[in-house]
């Protein structure tokens, strides 16, 4: 993709222009693309591919954009009851055992979020929340954790796999070693490896930046739709399926898939 659509993309996310500019400015390019290339000589034409389309593309946003509206609303019960009792947030202070290796999960609707990962058997929560909008959930051997919103600062076991959903806010998680799969539609992410083990990411509009020990060992499978991959000097990468394939060590001690559909990955060493 362009410079010019990377640039129009990252004003809509940093909110600089709302989604109807953004479809604007996207059409303006689009038509402006496709007048140039209906003049260059048939010698010149590069070869059909299938491409992230112009449409999906447009509806992709809009996708974003209703779901971050529907996020943010979903706050509004909690403000009102707020407001009436005086209150705009409710200070929150949890900390509870957790057994070896039993999951963690965290559905976020809209705020953002600090994890760190301890060698520990606690998990510690504290932020500023909209009242009554954090639910805790242990059963089935899973802890579920689910916030309608605020911003979160959290301590989670080392053994303990992840599950991270947020649909708008940023995302930064550290010194991570076991299982991790997180989802998000709006916001950026950052994420520190420890170690590499089974890591499924998705990223919806947002840049994804990952860093790993120097002796990392794992096999990456990373779908870029919409921005620019950067990765260490010396490291495999190679072209599979439209996919990127990149190799760090043996590329067998793990596994780590990211698809990023609007935004920048960028995978250094720590």
Same mark, same amino acid.
């Given at each position: ?51 992230? #389309?112009?449409? /999906? @593309? ?9 779901? $971050? !509206? =529907? *996020? ?77 919103? #605020?911003?979160? /600062? @959290? ?9 991270? $959903? !947020? =649909? *708008? ?102």
């Amino acid at each position: 993709m362009d410079d010019a659509r990377l640039k129009i993309l990252k004003m809509l996310e940093d909110g600089k222009i709302t989604a109807d500019e953004a479809a604007k400015l996207l059409e303006a390019l689009d038509k402006s693309s496709h007048k140039a290339e209906t003049t260059r000589p048939k010698s010149e034409q590069p070869s059909k591919q299938k491409l992230f #389309g112009f449409g /999906d @593309m447009l509806f992709e946003i809009g996708e974003i954009v209703r779901e $971050s !509206v =529907t *996020a943010a609303l979903s706050t509004v019960p909690s403000a009102i009851r707020a407001a009436m009792s005086g209150s705009i947030s409710e200070e929150v202070d949890e900390t509870m055992e957790v057994e070896d290796g039993v999951p963690i999960s965290l559905m976020l609707s809209a705020g953002d979020v600090n994890i760190e990962c301890k060698d520990s058997n606690q998990l510690v929560i504290h932020g500023d929340i909209v009242p009554e909008g954090l639910d805790i959930n242990e059963q089935g051997g899973e802890i579920a954790i689910k916030l309608s919103g #605020g911003d979160l /600062d @959290m301590e989670v076991p080392k053994s303990s796999p992840l599950d991270v $959903s !947020v =649909t *708008a806010g940023d995302l930064d998680i550290r010194d991570v070693s076991s299982d991790l799969k997180l989802s998000v539609s709006a916001g950026d992410v950052d994420v520190s490896f420890a170690k590499v083990a089974n890591v499924d990411m998705f990223v919806k509009a947002g840049d994804l930046s990952i860093k790993v020990p120097s002796d990392a060992d794992f096999e990456a499978e990373i779908d870029l739709k919409m921005g620019d991959l950067r990765v260490p000097s010396g490291v495999s990468v190679t072209r599979s399926g439209g996919k990127h394939i990149i190799r760090f060590g043996t590329g067998t001690g793990g596994k780590l898939k990211a698809t990023v559909k609007f935004g920048d990955m960028k995978i250094s060493f720590a």
